[in-house]
């Protein structure tokens, strides 16, 4: 199993400008998550989708912040337009429908707001 | 409302000696709890669960975690750190979609 699969790892862009990060889930897995981590405010959830369907968006901090779920193997997340405080770490993870709650996550894009 | 908190940000400790990083929570329901590790430029990964049964846990790398009810923790030990032990650790609470992360502590091994 390839695990769950996030593009880019990296990512600088200038303010002002649309970020787009990607993620695959594992297969078989029908929750995703959508996380943001900062030293400031640690690890924040973001949005969640189940069966590809968003449950809840309420950590998205503003209206800049998009994310979709059009198939049960790709998510996407979008930042537009950027700001240099939206500089973290994005992680997504995703779960199966058993094991109590267990997540898996991504290895995370690093973005640079400069 | 749920919440996790792990109540110290850091911890030194000294390579060969044992540790204990220390979690409670707090919920109205019965929830499964959850310690994760992340070591540098990686995501989180599951160190162990506790979802029923024997209130001690064991996973990887020699941590254990024993649930107490009553004083709602979820305590991580492990009996001789190592260097390759250097991380940042959180713990979580919650069933199904509804986990809740900890702030994290970071583990800092000393020669």
Known sequence: DAGVIQSPRHEVTEMG???????????GHNSLFWYRQTMMRGLELLIYFNNNVPIDDSGMPEDRFSAKMPNASFSTLKIQPSEPRDSAVYFCASRPSTGGGEQYFGPGTRLTVT | AQSVT??????????????????NYSSSVSVYLFWYVQYPNQGLQLLLKYLSGSTLVKGINGFEAEFNK???????RKPSVHISDTAEYFCAAGRDDKIIFGKGTRLHILP
């Open chain 2, 70 to 76: 009553s004083q709602t923790s979820f305590h991580l």
């Open chain 1, 17 to 27: 400008q649309e970020v787009t990060l990607r993620c695959k889930p594992i297969s």
């Open chain 2, 6 to 23: 792990q109540l110290d940000s850091q911890v030194p400790v000294f390579e060969e000696a044992p540790v204990e990083l220390r979690c």
